[in-house]
């Protein structure tokens, strides 16, 4: 019977990660800088880590970063265009290191308001980026101490204030009321307006929402 081989970790293998990582901690603490390698959101708690930063630990640590494509969409006739990349970091000697994905897509929150058409090479390279940021967070080990790359900032921000967005219960209340008040469409899209300073009902917030039930009630 074939003994099974078992590798053992030494204490000089566990002091060099150790030694490795803080090496890695102690240079992002003194070179990074916020809003350009690192990006700060109130009441979210770790920084995203932005490109300038995941390539300074390329260079740090002498990795070279190499992407592919390895899905996508481009469907010029509807504008929807979507990517997802892999991007392999290497050593000096050709080694793989660690390896990251990234996607983006021309639907996400950032792009709403813009053509499809000509953002389909901003799409590609933020999933490329994305991918990036993804693989140097494995290699230096620091998930725990940054997020992806939340261009993803605006994500987080659009979460935010989707959380906070007008119930549809009190949509449904403000329709009653405005029934009840004899308020016509226009009326009613004219009366809001001038309430909340928005056009749409999508766009109320709650307090919004509570600012134009307070007034009908007292019509």
Not at 104 to 122: D, H, R, V, W
């Amino acid at each position: 019977m074939e003994r099974e081989l078992i590798n053992f970790i030494t204490e000089d293998d566990i002091k060099r990660e150790v030694d490795s990582y803080q090496a890695i901690i102690k240079f992002i603490k003194e070179n990074f800088k916020e809003g350009e390698d690192f990006g700060k959101i109130a009441d979210y708690p770790k920084p995203s880590l932005l490109k300038p930063g995941a390539e300074k630990l390329c260079s740090l640590l002498n990795l070279s970063a190499h992407v592919d494509i390895i899905e996508k969409v481009e469907n010029f006739r509807e504008g929807i265009f979507h990517y997802v990349c892999k991007c392999t970091l290497k050593n000096n000697f050709g080694i793989i290191v660690s390896e990251g994905l990234g996607s983006c897509n021309s639907k996400e929150n950032k792009f709403l308001n813009q053509n499809p058409y000509g953002i389909a090479n901003t799409v590609l390279k933020l999933a490329k980026k994305r991918a990036l940021v993804d693989a140097i967070l494995t290699a230096t080990r620091t998930s725990g101490m940054f997020t992806q790359d939340i261009e993803d900032i605006d994500e987080v921000i659009s979460l935010e204030v989707e959380k906070n967005l007008a119930t549809s219960s009190q949509k449904a209340f403000i329709a009653k009321l405005a029934k009840d008040k004899g308020l016509t469409e226009a009326q009613f899209i004219e009366f809001t307006k001038k309430i909340t300073g928005k056009e749409k009902s999508k766009e109320w917030t709650k307090e919004d929402a509570a600012k134009i039930i307070k007034t009908l009630k007292n019509k």
